[in-house]
């Protein structure tokens, strides 16, 4: 039906950057908010970066002046520019997307399968 695909993650010093991309593709209508998590280990998943389908944001205030999240409706992709790394960004990224499946009218969420970032000299 719908896949989400992930990729850019990878290995950094800190201070440098990585820019993440996410592209949703199968029967889909429309999709609404998209956005990335991560997850560190032995933490909880908790929200990177948000952005609705208008192009209004939101950020942890963690990342905030860091990273930047933006997208491509025509290609149905949802990108994060991570600059400044630091360690404790190490984690799997995870994209998300609220996404209407054709011939239906519920959104459903949809996740990506994770992408490890890791920030180390």
């Known amino acids: 039906q719908v896949q989400l695909v992930e990729s850019g993650g990878g290995l950094v010093q800190p201070g440098g950057s990585l820019r993440l991309s996410c592209t949703a593709s199968?029967?889909?209508?429309?999709?609404?908010?998209m956005g990335w998590y991560r997850q560190a280990p032995g933490k909880q998943r908790e929200l990177v970066a948000a952005?609705?389908?208008?192009?209004?944001?939101n950020y942890a205030d963690s990342v905030k002046g860091r990273f930047t999240i933006s997208r491509d409706n025509a290609k149905n992709t949802v990108y994060l520019q991570m600059n400044s790394l630091k360690p404790e960004d190490t984690a799997v990224y995870y994209c998300?997307?609220?996404?209407?499946?054709?011939?239906?009218?519920?959104?459903?969420?949809?996740w990506g399968q994770g992408t490890q970032v890791t920030v180390s000299s």
């Open positions: 998300r997307a609220d996404i209407i499946v054709i011939l239906t009218t519920t959104p459903i969420d949809y």
């Open positions: 199968g029967s889909i209508f429309s999709i609404n908010a």
């Open positions: 952005i609705a389908s208008g192009a209004s944001t």
